[in-house]
């Protein structure tokens, strides 16, 4: 064979194998035998071995995995990888359709969709040829997970068409359907017999449930592994900067055009009985879809109505799921244990006979508080069912009456905290009783500098759970600001810690006091102040003092605060003791200002107003140019509406954002004018 033979030859089945791929894993329609399909693939990948010049980028033989990666890279998403608010009742999505209308009036639309119950997925595509697979991770950041991804036959490596954008990311789920799920049980349990294992022990080593199966085979070092696994991926959104489309619906249309998987069961609704109609279908129909489904997802279908409601910090205002009512198990309650949390919060804990639920095995389940315990009758020895709800740590509904024995007492909640003996108190309107021992019940103590030292706190390494225990119980730690009191001596004649961890702990300690202010605020633990709010919090108002001396209504003033979380604050602060305590932490070195080096804000000049860029700058890259709208105070918007202020254009502008922006009158600017704006 010429070399001209060969090149054309790789191009011609790299081709056909494409076709009968999508065929096959997009379409469900095979058009040619397996046999016929492998004998294909195997002279593809062996001229491929003779001609490696020839292979191409996209060539389907690289859905054969063989590379091996060790430590999957981290990278940050180009558009944060958003979650859901989650909704499980008819009343929650009417007030959800409520806050639209009374957002954006009635002209609008929905698009319900399946909710997936797979993994995450965000697919950048360039030119047409995918080049990156991420994992969703923490939303900001997740794994380039790209070589396992492309060995998922219905993911294509290339696109059909050529109206697609030069670049642009689509997220969908990775789903392993049950059939392939089942199938790898079988196959695990006759291997695991093969090797001596007893049935009981068999269960133990199962997989658990598709999605959890799906979530550790993307994360395979081995990505002929993963080839093997028959994962499949729907794909249900689309984000980039030249999208030409005014509606979600239309971008599910075009993305199955280029070649993706998307769902056929998408639909428009018009109105919130089609939505509950949608919900009911599924609810029943759900066992016949070959994945599993969790729940639905609503979203309003016009990107410019999108773009107006807008997002709180975690979610879009403009989209929700509604998850359907979870599996339910009965079994018995052996015994009830009650929690004290660092806030000093009681929680009653269900200790039960252990039983499989939505594949995996349930011994304790929340039972809230008093007031459900109470209304539900929750009596030791019951037969309960459980559920698993949203939340992953399951709860109890309700009680099989009929096989109670008799002569039994209802529960008695507890009078008094279980760890310091002080009689719990309830505040007026809350479910939970408190111990109010803040300064003397020791998980409360303990619980909070844990909370200080922990990852998304001030990350110290070295002082993880266990040793904040063992320094709590050694008398070495009373609160947070002691940690900064600590000596390499005091603790290396403790039980476990040698020179090395010591020293390593001193440095970890060391290290935290360079740790940016935002963390300290949310580290020093004030209720309702999560790692978001204390971030808004502490870019409005700069120093941890301007805090300490904010009014409540300077504080509602702040992004993100309502009056409960207002109210925290002030009554933190109130507290001598909370305000000694952080100026300890000043005066040992923590950071208790924004940074203004490393703070980007520049100015006001932008203040009020909402920016749309397009086309390609000579002085910013893409997310540059967003930093310095909102670094100068305005709004960079991702589409023309009503509501932008002017139209940033540069080289070659998106042409429909150009359309759009004449159509309703707005302003269209080039780089220059911007310029002169920011001098
Ligand atoms: S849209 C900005 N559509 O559910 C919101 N998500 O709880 C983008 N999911 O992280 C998500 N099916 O992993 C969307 N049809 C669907 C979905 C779906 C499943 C997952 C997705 C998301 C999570 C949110």
Known sequence: MTKTEAKEKIAQLSQEIDTHNYNYYVMSNPTISDYEFDLMLKELIDLEKKFPEFALPESPTQRVGGDLVKNFKTVTHR?????????????ELKDFDERVRKAIGNAFEYVCELKFDGVAIGLTYVDGKLTQAVTRGDGVKGDDVTVNVKTIKSIPLKLKGNDYPKEFEIRGEIVLPRAAFDRMNEELVIQLRDEGYSDDE???????????T?????KQ?????????????????????????DTHYESLKKAKQWGFKVSDHAVKCKTMDDVFDYIATWDKSRDELPYDIDGIVLKVNSYSQQEELGYTAKSPRWAISYKFKAENVATQLLSISYQVGRTGAVTPVANLQPVVLAGTVVKRASLHNADIIEKLDVRVGDFVYVEKGGEIIPKITGVDLSKRKENTEPTKYITHCPECNTPLVRTAGEAAFYCPNEDGCPPQIIGRIQHFTSR??????GLGDETVDLLFRKDLLHNIADIYDLKKEQLMNLDRMGDKSATNLIDGIEKSKQVPFEKVLFAIGIRYVGDTVAKKIAMHFKSMDNIINASYEQLIEAPEVGEKIAQSVISFFKEQKNVELVKRLEHAGLQMKVDESSNKIASDKLKGLIIVATGTLKNYKRDEIKEAIESNGGKASGSVSGKTSF??????????????????NVKVISEEEFQKMLE
């Open 456 to 461: 998304k706190a001030m990350n110290i390494d």
């Open 202 to 212: 068999i269960n133990e080593r199962l997989y658990r449930n598709p999605r959890n």
């Open 79 to 91: 558009y944060p990888m958003l979650s859901l608010g989650n909704t499980y009742s008819q009343e």
């Open 221 to 245: 070092q081995d990505s002929k592994i993963v080839a093997t696994r028959k994962l499949d991926c729907y794909l249900y959104a689309l984000f980039g900067d030249d999208l030409n489309f």
């Open 647 to 664: 139209v940033l254009a540069g080289d070659e502008p998106g042409e429909n954002k150009i359309t759009k922006a004449k159509e309703l």
């Open 214 to 218: 799906a979530s550790g085979t993307l």
